[in-house]
T-cell receptor, first 111, second 114 residues
Framework: GEDVEQSLFLSVREGDSSVINCTYT??????LYWYKQEPGAGLQLLTY?????DMKQDQRLTVLLNKKDKHLSLRIADTQTGDSAIYFC???????????FGTGTQLKVEL | EADIYQTPRYLVIGTGKKITLECSQT?????MYWYQQDPGMELHLIHY???????EKGDLSSESTVSRIRTEHFPLTLESARPSHTSQYLC?????????????FGSGTQLSVL
């Protein structure tokens, strides 16, 4: 079945860039997503990318997709303390099919 | 404002009690989901629904049950709660007609069974 892996923890200093990585196994993935979960809250969709794209930029967020290696990354520029949260990548094959979530990466931003 | 709501936000109950976790959305979405999130952060899909009178079991076996009598409402019930049911429960919805699976999540219910 599908498998989506992330590293568990990332610590960065305020103002630095953060890069959160994700690998997936389903080669038929159509869409890939990044969600953010703040403490005690539900998940919030940050951005998503269609599988025929290599890169998508949205303000401080840059998503890179390497479809050949099945690798997805989220870069957060000028990381702020408010970016401290758990970040989940997810993939789907579209058409009403279920999302498969990664294991989540806890991002801690230190002053 | 269109949104998705979960109640209660926190629930502490004793073993053996019957509980219902409520989830309602005002976005007109057909598809709704329940996820269980353990302390290790990982999300597990336990139930989902394509619309009224549709309920499906998710990837993780669960002793809970769900119903979908109205489009906007997707309650989850535990007939007899046990300490192993202690977890965060997240409800979500999505637009079935969209070609992607953008999920909108509620704030969650943190359940503690003593």
């Amino acid at each position: 079945g599908e498998d989506v892996e992330q590293s568990l923890f990332l610590s960065v200093r305020e103002g630095d860039s953060s890069v959160i990585n994700c690998t997936y196994t389903d080669s038929s993935s159509t869409y890939l997503y990044w969600y953010k979960q703040e403490p005690g809250a539900g998940l919030q969709l940050l951005t998503y990318i269609f599988s025929n794209m290599d890169m998508k930029q949205d303000q401080r967020l840059t998503v890179l997709l390497n479809k050949k290696d099945k690798h997805l990354s989220l870069r957060i520029a000028d990381t702020q303390t408010g970016d401290s949260a758990i970040y989940f990548c997810a993939e789907s094959t579209g058409g009403g099919n279920k999302l498969t979530f990664g294991t989540g990466t806890q991002l801690k931003v230190e002053l | 404002e269109a949104d998705i709501y979960q109640t209660p936000r926190y629930l502490v109950i004793g073993t053996g009690k019957k509980i219902t976790l409520e989830c309602s959305q005002t976005m007109g979405h057909d598809k709704m989901y329940w996820y269980q999130q353990d302390p290790g952060m990982e999300l597990h899909l336990i139930h989902y629904s394509y619309g009224v009178n549709s309920t499906e079991k998710g990837d993780l076996s669960s002793e809970s049950t769900v119903s979908r009598i109205r489009t906007e409402h997707f309650p989850l019930t535990l007939e007899s709660a046990r300490p192993s049911h202690t977890s965060q429960y997240l409800c979500a919805s999505s637009d079935l007609t969209a070609d992607n699976e953008k999920l909108f999540f509620g704030s969650g219910t943190q359940l503690s069974v003593l």
